[in-house]
């Protein structure tokens, strides 16, 4: 599968309204009934060996629903483990390190925040997708930067790899980041911090159909 088949439509991010141990497990398998397709593990916490047992855990999980596993910002876990895929910002480990570290099949996302340019830049050193973001009010990170929709637009003419979107994302306003070029939906708080989480999935994953 390529690329960009694999980062296409709804992408959860865990955190810790999603929970630990068995309450993650329960959760993300809900999410993933629900539609989605790719998963990212984000645990900024220092407890290695837990998350090294929800990460394999989660990994197992997500090739019974044949979705993508991706670990936010920890190279060393996502490669012991052999995760699908890593996430990294511009205070993360260098996609040249990270790239060096997994295997060559390994995908490698980069926040790019509102900037094209990081977006350009992170595309020549081999980045396998792109994420902009935060487009509306997001309840997980309240102070970060603002894009606005044309960025994705733009990311789409200019570049050959997927392009994700994240922030304060719902039913209600996904469709126009889909209609201006994303081809995922990254979710946190619309999916996990909701009282039925496989419904609030499947609404998002509606948004692709």
């Not at 998963?39 to 997500?62: F, G, I, N, P």
């Amino acid at each position: 599968m390529s690329t960009s088949q694999r980062i296409h439509g709804v992408y959860a991010i865990t955190d810790p309204v999603a929970g630990e141990g068995e309450h993650l497990l329960l959760h993300v398998r809900q999410a993933l009934e629900g539609g989605v397709r790719i998963l990212q593990y984000r645990d900024k916490t220092t407890d290695h060996a837990r998350r090294q047992l929800e990460a394999v855990a989660l990994l197992k999980l997500c090739e019974a629903y044949g979705a993508t596993f991706i670990i936010n910002d920890d190279v060393e876990l996502a490669a012991e483990i052999g995760a699908h895929g890593i996430h990294i910002g511009k205070n993360d480990a260098t996609l040249k390190k990270a790239r060096a570290q997994l295997t060559p099949e390994a995908i490698i996302g980069v926040s790019c925040y509102n900037q094209l340019q990081l977006a350009k830049e992170a595309a020549e050193a081999g980045a396998d997708y792109v994420a902009f973001g935060r487009f509306f009010a997001s309840q997980t990170k309240p102070n970060a930067i603002q894009a606005e929709v044309e960025i994705l637009t733009q990311a789409k003419a200019e570049l050959s790899l997927p392009v994700v979107a994240i922030g304060g994302i719902s039913p209600e306003n996904g469709d126009q980041l889909i209609q201006h070029g994303a081809d995922a939906l990254a979710i946190i708080q619309g999916i996990f911090a909701q009282t039925d989480i496989k419904a609030a999935a499947q609404r998002h994953a509606a948004l692709f159909q």
